[in-house]
Nanobody, 114 residues
Framework: QVQLVESGGGLVQAGGSLRLSCEASVSIHRINAMGWYRQAPGKQRELVAGITSSITSYVDSVKGRFTISRDNAKNTVYLQMNRLKPEDTAVYYC?????????WGQGTQVTVTS
């Protein structure tokens, strides 16, 4: 079992920045892949960014603005979000793939005002 706890969401003006954190209950160096999804009202959940031990990936709409990183010593994955836009408004979920199962956090709300 893996528990994921997100933090760092909030209300920010367009052009601002936020950093989301996802702390795992297990050592993340044992986790194959972790990522951040988001879901806006009325829309499907989409993968925003993913990270393995050596590779990062991003959806086109956030490339150059968002950065995913991991701190194995803190069992934490981060999503640094810069130059935020109103269309980035969503609930952001952390996810982890571990021993063939996907685990999800409870989500953190990000609201970007114009």
């Amino acid at each position: 079992q893996v528990q994921l706890v997100e933090s760092g969401g909030g209300l920010v003006q367009a052009g601002g920045s936020l950093r989301l954190s996802c702390e795992a209950s297990v050592s993340i160096h044992r986790i194959n892949a972790m990522g951040w999804y988001r879901q806006a009202p009325g829309k499907q959940r989409e993968l925003v960014a993913g990270i393995t031990s050596s590779i990062t990936s991003y959806v086109d709409s956030v490339k150059g603005r968002f950065t995913i990183s991991r701190d194995n010593a803190k069992n934490t994955v981060y999503l640094q979000m810069n130059r935020l836009k109103p269309e980035d408004t969503a609930v952001y979920y952390c996810t982890a793939a571990w021993y063939g199962r996907d685990y999800w956090g409870q989500g953190t709300q990000v609201t970007v005002t114009s």
